[in-house]
Structures are given as structure tokens and as C-alpha cells.
Nanobody, 117 residues
Framework: QVQPVESGGGFVQAGGSLRLSCAASGGIFRFNAMGWYRQAQGKQRELVALVTRGGNTNYADSVKGRFTISRDNAKNTVYLQMNSLKPEDTAVYYC???????????WGQGTQVTVSS
């Protein structure tokens, strides 16, 4: 199984923006929902946003109104536009299938997002 490849992370000041991209294999993209997850240091990985094949979206309360998830089904790619970033958004961000429990071997390297105050 080919893991997703996440990109677009970086270092940004509070209030700034970043756009993450995820190139996923067809094996993962076959799932109806794709999601962006994040894992802060010392914390469990959490789902922050998901998008279905039809374009329906759902967000964690902590990012609602600031993050926007989208997908390009033709390119097997998922995006996360992050605006008004806060220091508490600092984490490694991953993409994977949502609505299921992804197997451990399906996770990619993730992309680091660091927000300074």
C-alpha cells in the first residue's frame, strides 16, 4: 500500500495562513471520506476535517470557520486551507481515509505546521 504524501507545512506567525496538499493513492482515495488529522507533541492524533466524495464537509469545533478542506477526485488529492492560525494549531498534519480506522501502515510522514505567538 502506498502511503499519502503530505506537503505545504511550515513556520508561520499567529494569524497567518498555510495550504496543505495531500497526494493519496487510489487505494486510500477509494473511501468515500478523506480527512486531515493532526498530532501535537504529547497528544493523540485527532481528526480536524473531512470531505466526502460528493463534497460534504465536517470540521472539529477547534478549526471551524478557519480551515477549509477540499478534494480533487481526478487527481486523488486533498487540500486543507488554514487561515487565522493559532499557536495551538501547531502539530504534524496527516491525511488519510475518514469514517474508518486507518491501519497503521497507511499513514504517511505528515507535514509539520508550527505557529508562533
Amino acid at each position: 500500500q502506498v502511503q499519502p504524501v503530505e506537503s505545504g507545512g511550515g513556520f508561520v506567525q499567529a494569524g497567518g495562513s498555510l495550504r496543505l496538499s495531500c497526494a493519496a493513492s487510489g487505494g486510500i482515495f477509494r473511501f468515500n471520506a478523506m480527512g486531515w488529522y493532526r498530532q501535537a507533541q504529547g497528544k493523540q492524533r485527532e481528526l480536524v476535517a473531512l470531505v466526502t466524495r460528493g463534497g460534504n464537509t465536517n470540521y472539529a469545533d477547534s478549526v471551524k470557520g478557519r480551515f477549509t478542506i477540499s478534494r480533487d477526485n481526478a487527481k486523488n488529492t486533498v487540500y486543507l486551507q488554514m487561515n487565522s492560525l493559532k499557536p495551538e494549531d501547531t502539530a504534524v498534519y496527516y491525511c488519510n481515509a475518514a469514517g474508518v480506522v486507518p491501519v497503521e501502515s497507511s499513514w504517511g510522514q505528515g507535514t509539520q505546521v508550527t505557529v508562533s505567538s
